[in-house]
């Protein structure tokens, strides 16, 4: 293996074990009640390492989401149509009960779910992470302001299709009564979605 190669692992694992660590100390205390300078001690670095690798202390925890920052612009191309594309994506997703669905019952995943959509710094963070993942779409989706409009709808789908599922997962119900109202749900919005972005100019085939 390169030398590059090899930083660039290390690079990974440093940034995996800091926010682990970070994620169970929030998880056992309270993302307010654990400071960066304890994270930083447990994960036995300073902080301005920490932070070198972490600019702002939610960052932390959005780590574990950044690897679907721009997932949807990726799948676009890999379908008939963009639509579809995304479609096939978030069943296949459902079917393997991704946790990124919200169709996950494991408990550390609930967890982590219920810190991230619990905590406000954190949702205000995730928007950032929303706006970025919009602009990715809508530059896959040929830029323009109707790709913008198509891209905005549909990131907040996927989100609201995924939180859903994971408020009634997190509320008891289990994984297997979910799936089919989860299933049927996405096959409706994607449908709204393939009517929709032809009138902003997005073509349905590719």
Known sequence: MSETGLRERKRRRMYRTVSDTAVRLFLERGFDAVSVAEVAAAAEISKPTLFRYFPAKEDLVLYRI????????????????PVEALRRHFLDGL??????????????????????????????????????????????????????????????VRRILAQENWRRIAAGEPVAEVR?????????????????????????TR
């Open 66 to 81: 950044a690897d679907h920052e721009d997932e949807a612009a990726r799948v676009v191309g890999r379908g008939p149509s």
């Open 95 to 156: 079917r393997r009960c991704d946790p990124v669905t919200g169709l996950n019952d494991d408990p550390e995943v609930l967890a982590f779910h219920s810190l991230l959509y619990g905590t406000p710094a954190l949702v205000a963070r995730l928007y950032g992470y929303l706006e970025r993942s919009e602009e990715a779409l809508a530059e896959a989706l040929g830029g323009g302001l109707g790709a913008r409009l198509a891209a905005g709808q549909i990131i907040a």
């Open 180 to 204: 089919g109202d989860a299933v049927a749900a996405a096959e409706r919005a994607f449908d709204v979605l393939a009517e929709t972005l032809p009138r902003l100019g997005i073509m349905e």
